[in-house]
């Protein structure tokens, strides 16, 4: 098996101004580059896991950076299309302070990858994994890529091929009707269901406390494993028989943006060593980690993520 986790979606160009500016007027971005999949992807390579992203891009400069930027992670590229012509989806942060809170907006229409169709898709390279990871934040982008998550999903389980699936909803892209329509069926039996509270009560109306939400939310998907994001309160997770729930790390926050991608992939990174509940604690301090950088993909390994792990509190380590 070439790899421990596939996963297809988009690369984004993440353009940003600072708190105390405004788009509007701004005379200078900066540029980062995004992905849910591929942030999640970049964690786990550099925690040691062999990582493989499927996506398209344009063969342009905007191209080739978000490129540079998951191949510096140590995520192979090898499946990744690329187009003559087309462009790379872009979005834009405007960071604030209260009383103004963080705005995103997005510029994603007809991007490249929204112009895929299944039979684009490498899935002898997709399928030729241990784990395959999606996310419902690629799905309303383009009928196609709901379709080639539908058939991923579909092929993996044939192949034996654990699967999980974040719920991911962005309120800017789709209405909480449409998500509900459209997610549900691709929640189907997957190994481990990612999703946020906040998520459960918009969606699908789950609104209660954490054990009875995860109870209805496996009587409807019938995952085998469930974990949600409780926000500033730390994360929840359900092994098929009891919940566990870790509180959030203490962090002095610098960018919350790819908190969620950092907590999935330290839970993955636990999960993938025969433990959901430790993957709850490397979960909370990669989502820690993620929101004291100003970069999406976590820069962390293994060794340091132990470290920290074990550590009640580190001011300098010499």
């Known amino acids: 098996m070439r790899f421990d986790f596939t996963t297809f979606g988009e690369g984004v160009l993440r353009l940003s101004v600072p708190a105390g500016q405004r788009i509007e007027t701004a005379k200078s971005f900066d540029v980062d580059v995004s992905g849910t999949e591929a942030n999640v992807a970049s964690a786990l390579a550099r925690l040691g896991w062999r990582s493989g992203w499927v996506s398209a891009l344009p063969d342009t400069p905007p191209g080739q950076r978000v490129k540079n930027n998951f191949h510096a992670h140590g995520v192979d590229l090898s499946a990744v299309i690329w187009r003559e012509e087309g462009r790379v989806s872009t979005y834009y942060v405007e960071y604030a302070k209260p009383p103004r809170p963080i705005m995103i907006y997005y510029d994603r229409k007809d991007s490249c990858l929204t112009q895929l169709t299944p039979d684009d898709i490498d899935w002898n390279y997709l399928l030729d994994t241990r784990h395959l990871h999606l996310s419902g934040l690629t799905v309303p982008l383009s009928d196609g890529t709901q379709e080639i998550i539908s058939l991923a ?24 009707d449409e998500a509900r329509e459209r997610l549900t069926p691709l929640m189907q039996d997957v190994d481990v269901l990612f999703l946020a509270k906040r998520d459960a009560a918009h969606i699908f109306g789950f609104d209660s406390d954490v054990s009875d939400v995860i109870d209805r939310l496996s009587q409807m998907t019938g995952a ?46 636990g999960w993938f060593g025969g433990s959901l509940v430790k993957g709850l604690h490397y979960g909370a301090m990669m989502a820690a980690l993620a929101m004291s950088q100003n970069s999406e993909a976590v820069i962390t390994n293994k060794a340091e993520l132990e470290r920290l792990l074990a550590a009640d509190s580190i001011d300098i380590f010499r």
């Open 153 to 176: 999903l579909a092929k993996a389980r044939e192949k034996g091929i654990t699967t999980s699936f974040d719920v991911n909803y962005r309120h800017l892209l789709w209405s909480a």
């Open 224 to 269: 085998r494993n469930i974990v949600m994001s409780l926000s500033s309160d730390g994360v929840a997770g359900w092994d098929g028989s009891s919940i566990q729930q870790v509180k959030a790390r203490d962090v002095d926050i610098i960018d919350r943006i790819g908190a969620g991608d950092a907590m999935i992939s330290g839970v993955l990174h």
